[in-house]
């Protein structure tokens, strides 16, 4: 085990949760579009294998897929970070309603 072995297991549960949220995101839009999943993949130029490897969440979603998804689908990505609230015993009170924080002028999705 190496020296970073205990946050490369958070950094993977973490990246396993964002593409949870991606694809789950994705296809609540495919739905509510009434399109599926050939849809996409003939707008996107690519195999339907390609969006079934996108779908599940298992293939390493780069800015730049998520982008060709979007572009596709003429829909936004949006990507917001947030401070996690405190735990109580942690002698904070924690903010459950946290406001995003970000770099541009763009007002924040809620």
């Known amino acids: 085990m190496g020296i970073f072995a205990r946050d490369e297991s958070r950094t993977n549960l973490a990246a396993a949760r964002?593409?949870?949220?991606?694809t789950a995101s994705l296809a609540g839009l495919l739905t509510g579009l009434g399109k599926t999943r050939s849809d996409l993949?003939?707008?996107?130029?690519?195999?339907?294998?390609?969006?079934?490897?996108?779908m599940s969440g298992d293939a390493n979603l780069t800015v730049r897929t998520l982008a060709a998804v979007a572009e596709a689908l003429d829909a936004d990505v949006q990507i917001t970070f947030r401070a996690r609230a405190q735990s109580p015993d942690a002698g904070v009170c924690g903010n459950t309603d946290t406001p995003p924080y970000r770099s541009s002028g763009l007002p924040a999705h809620r």
């Open 18 to 22: 964002i593409a949870r949220q991606a």
């Open 41 to 54: 993949a003939a707008a996107m130029g690519v195999s339907p294998g390609r969006v079934s490897q996108i």
